[in-house]
């Protein structure tokens, strides 16, 4: 009898503990398809963590569970499982489009932290905006963040703010040069003549090349004005404006 009530007590702790290592496939999963719904860029890396990964655990966990006694292996599979998460996490960029005024929520808050962009109600009537916030991290080790606003004008308009800018800002007219790299104050993007803010001018602002920066962009086809504030404490360099709006700042996913 003893026997019994052991085997039963081996049996159930057994299914509590495959049950708890269930919940971890669960919530990857959940945590996925929450990003989606919140217009997460589903990428490889997001298919392969939020997707493969968690169907992988499941499926494993559920042929642990009828042909492997011990959870210990378990453990051990959904421990590598995890590991490999946070390495193909690190990877990630996750991108959040807004392209409209009701979901300009979050952009109210970056304000305090990059006092030289724009407010979104004072720029004179724009037939669009857009606000794209495009993050990239490994927590605790790296953080980067960019805010892409994007305003399109009418021709007049467009013309009339094109002009205030020189009034408003002030340009970095020099090339800049870090751990042996040089990068051009200007460049061109898919028909956005970018410039860069002065640096030196804005420290006050707590721009610091090339770690924290604003740029603007002027597209007289489209009649567009773009503007672009970046931080990453970890770049050390640039090599071009266009390669690093691209790249850094999330623009392959934004056109």
């Not at 494993?60 to 378990?74: D, E, H, T």
């Not at 603007?216 to 970890?234: C, H, L, P, Q, S």
Request: proline share 5%; net charge negative; hydrophobic share 45%.
């Amino acid at each position: 009898m003893d026997n019994v009530n052991m085997n039963n007590r081996f049996a159930k702790a057994r299914v509590l503990k495959f049950a708890a290592l269930g919940m971890i496939p669960l919530v990857l999963a959940v945590v996925g398809y929450v990003l989606y719904l919140n217009d997460v860029v589903v990428n490889t890396a997001f298919i392969i963590t939020f997707i493969a990964v968690p169907l992988f655990m499941a499926v494993v966990l559920a042929v642990l569970f009828f042909v492997n006694p011990n959870p210990a292996a378990a453990q051990a599979v959904v421990a590598s499982v995890l590991v490999l998460c946070w390495i193909l996490l690190s990877a990630v960029g996750f991108l959040r489009p807004f392209e409209s005024l009701a979901s300009f929520d979050g952009y109210a808050a970056t304000r305090f932290s990059w006092p030289l962009m724009p407010p979104v109600l004072s720029t004179s009537n724009p037939i669009d905006i857009e606000y794209h916030n495009y993050v990239a991290c490994v927590i605790p080790f790296y953080h980067s963040e960019s805010h892409v606003l994007i305003y399109k004008y009418d021709e007049e308009q467009y013309l009339l703010k094109k002009a205030e800018l020189d009034e408003a800002y002030v340009f970095e007219t020099q090339a800049l040069e870090s751990c042996g790299e040089v990068c051009e104050p200007t460049d061109e993007l898919d028909g956005f003549f970018l410039r860069m803010l002065d640096t030196g001018k804005y420290r006050g602002s707590h721009l610091e090349y090339p770690k924290r920066l604003v740029l603007i962009g002027t597209n007289d086809e489209t009649r567009e004005i773009m503007y672009v504030a970046y931080y990453d404490f970890d770049l050390d360099y640039l090599t071009s404006l266009s390669d690093f709006v691209y790249r850094k700042c999330g623009w392959k996913y934004i056109r």
